[in-house]
T-cell receptor, first 114, second 116 residues
Framework: GENVEQHPSTLSVQEGDSAVIKCTYSDSASNYFPWYKQELGKRPQLIIDIRSNVGEKKDQRIAVTLNKTAKHFSLHITETQPEDSAVYFCAASLNTGTASKLTFGTGTRLQVTL | GAVVSQHPSRVICKSGTSVKIECRSLDFQATTMFWYRQFPKKSLMLMATSNEGSKATYEQGVEKDKFLINHASLTLSTLTVTSAHPEDSSFYIC????????????FGPGTRLLVL
């Protein structure tokens, strides 16, 4: 089955700096890669996703890049703010209709300091 | 749009009792729902995939007789933890997929279960 690795496990940046979280996946057939943000005790919230026919996607301060050849994808957060502090999870999925399911990375705890 | 609710938000029960957790899609129909378990400071572990009108598909190592799943309608899936024991204490989260957007999963707020 699919295996997703995520690095780093913790990341501390100063407010205004950029943060980068990287993930690799094992199944070359995976074609959907979402990123979720989870605050303590809360539900995971989808913040951005990318499909395998696209190399990069941006939404305001958040961007995701995908390298299908190397089987890795990254989350980039620019101009970080204290409210960006949370745990971020990447995931990979092979969309075959009803059979698809997400495999999550181990999470990155981002701390944005003042 | 795409709101998923979960009830109860937290439950404390005695060892040996059964606990039912409900997952509802409030503003969309969900042919597929998922049940996850999350330990403190850990990732989400998929327990099972719940398909409306058919049997759930369980992940390897998850006991189907222990974690009963029912998906009787397009807006409701239930997870029943039978004969709960302290090791079943965890954060249980469901998610749902919108019918016409098969990949995206929207998560419920989670249920914190504590078995004494």
């Amino acid at each position: 089955g699919e295996n997703v690795e995520q690095h780093p496990s913790t990341l501390s940046v100063q407010e205004g700096d950029s943060a980068v979280i990287k993930c690799t996946y094992s199944d070359s057939a995976s074609n959907y890669f979402p990123w979720y943000k989870q605050e303590l005790g809360k539900r995971p919230q989808l913040i951005i996703d990318i499909r395998s026919n696209v190399g990069e996607k941006k939404d305001q301060r958040i961007a995701v890049t995908l390298n299908k050849t190397a089987k890795h994808f990254s989350l980039h957060i620019t101009e970080t703010q204290p409210e960006d502090s949370a745990v971020y999870f990447c995931a990979a999925s092979l969309n075959t209709g009803t059979a698809s399911k997400l495999t999550f990375g181990t999470g990155t705890r981002l701390q944005v300091t003042l | 749009g795409a709101v998923v609710s979960q009830h109860p938000s937290r439950v404390i029960c005695k060892s040996g009792t059964s606990v039912k957790i409900e997952c509802r899609s409030l503003d969309f129909q969900a042919t597929t729902m998922f049940w996850y378990r999350q330990f403190p400071k850990k990732s989400l572990m998929l327990m099972a995939t719940s398909n409306e009108g058919s049997k759930a598909t369980y992940e390897q190592g998850v006991e189907k007789d222990k974690f009963l799943i029912n998906h009787a309608s397009l807006t409701l899936s239930t997870l029943t933890v039978t004969s709960a024991h302290p090791e079943d204490s965890s954060f249980y989260i469901c998610s749902a997929r919108v019918q016409d957007r098969e990949e995206t999963q929207y998560f419920g707020p989670g249920t914190r279960l504590l078995v004494l």
